[in-house]
C-alpha cells in the first residue's frame, strides 16, 4: 500500500513551534519567530516614548495657560489631548518591556530624543499651531516606523497603527480649532 502522503510543510510543526517556546522561554514575548530587529524596533519606540512625553508636557503646559485666560474649550482639548498622549506613552513602555527592553524616561536629554519640540506659544493662536506642527511631526515618524517594520513585527505595527490614528485625530482637532478662532 502507498504511503499517504506527506502533510504539506505549510506552517512550522506544532511540536517543533512548542520545543522553541520552551527553549527561549525567558524571552517572554519575544519568539525565536520575531522577525524584526528587537534593538532597531526598541530604539525607534524609545523615541516615540520621549516624543509622546514632551507632547504631554507642552499639552500640560497650554491647558493650564488656556485655563488661566478663560479659553475654556481649548484649554479641555489640550487637557483631552494631553491625556491621550500619556496612554500613548503608556502603551509604548509596555511594548518595549514585552520586547525585552527598557523604558527610558530619563528627564536629561528627553527633549533631544524626541522627534517633536516643547514651544511654549505666547497666545492661544501660537500655542494650537506648535501643537498641530508637533502633531503632524507624531504623523510622519509613525508613519516611518509602521513602513519600516511592515510585516515584521505585527503586535507593534498594530499598536502604532492605532495611535498614528489618534494622532491624526489630534490634528484635525487642532485646524478646527484654528477656523473657529479666525472667525
Ligand atoms: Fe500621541
Ligand atoms: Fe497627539
Given at each position: 500500500?502507498a504511503k499517504a502522503a506527506p502533510?504539506?510543510?505549510?506552517?512550522?510543526?506544532?511540536?517543533?513551534?512548542?520545543?522553541?517556546?520552551?527553549?527561549?522561554?525567558?524571552?517572554?514575548?519575544?519568539?525565536?519567530?520575531?522577525?524584526?530587529?528587537?534593538?532597531?524596533?526598541?530604539?525607534?519606540?524609545?523615541?516615540?516614548?520621549?516624543?509622546?512625553?514632551?507632547?504631554?508636557?507642552?499639552?500640560?503646559?497650554?491647558?493650564?495657560?488656556?485655563?488661566?485666560?478663560?479659553?475654556?474649550?481649548?484649554?479641555?482639548?489640550?487637557?483631552?489631548?494631553?491625556?491621550?498622549?500619556?496612554?500613548?506613552?503608556?502603551?509604548?513602555?509596555?511594548?518595549?518591556?514585552?520586547?525585552?527592553?527598557?523604558?527610558?524616561?530619563?528627564?536629561?536629554?528627553?527633549?533631544?530624543?524626541?522627534?517633536?519640540?516643547?514651544?511654549?506659544?505666547?497666545?492661544?493662536?501660537?500655542?494650537?499651531?506648535?501643537?498641530?506642527?508637533?502633531?503632524?511631526?507624531?504623523?510622519?515618524?509613525?508613519?516611518?516606523?509602521?513602513?519600516?517594520?511592515?510585516?515584521?513585527?505585527?503586535?507593534?505595527?498594530?499598536?502604532?497603527?492605532?495611535?498614528?490614528?489618534?494622532?491624526?485625530?489630534?490634528?484635525?482637532?487642532?485646524?478646527?480649532?484654528?477656523?473657529?478662532?479666525?472667525?
Amino acid at each position: 500500500m502507498a504511503k499517504a502522503a506527506p502533510a504539506q510543510p505549510f506552517l512550522t510543526d506544532v511540536k517543533t513551534l512548542r520545543a522553541r517556546a520552551r527553549k527561549h522561554i525567558e524571552d517572554g514575548a519575544v519568539t525565536a519567530g520575531y522577525q524584526a530587529d528587537r534593538a532597531t524596533v526598541i530604539k525607534l519606540l524609545n523615541e516615540a516614548l520621549a516624543t509622546e512625553l514632551v507632547c504631554i508636557l507642552r499639552y500640560k503646559r497650554h491647558y493650564f495657560m488656556a485655563s488661566g485666560i478663560n479659553a475654556d474649550a481649548v484649554a479641555q482639548e489640550f487637557l483631552q489631548h494631553a491625556t491621550e498622549e500619556q496612554g500613548h506613552a503608556d502603551l509604548i513602555a509596555a511594548r518595549i518591556v514585552q520586547l525585552k527592553g527598557e523604558p527610558d524616561f530619563n528627564p536629561e536629554g528627553l527633549a533631544m530624543r524626541s522627534h517633536a519640540e516643547y514651544v511654549e506659544g505666547d497666545s492661544l493662536v501660537d500655542m494650537i499651531k506648535e501643537d498641530l506642527v508637533a502633531e503632524r511631526i507624531a504623523i510622519e515618524s509613525y508613519g516611518e516606523m509602521i513602513r519600516y517594520i511592515g510585516d515584521k513585527d505585527i503586535s507593534t505595527r498594530r499598536m502604532l497603527e492605532g495611535i498614528l490614528a489618534m494622532e491624526e485625530e489630534h490634528a484635525d482637532d487642532l485646524s478646527s480649532l484654528l477656523e473657529g478662532l479666525a472667525r
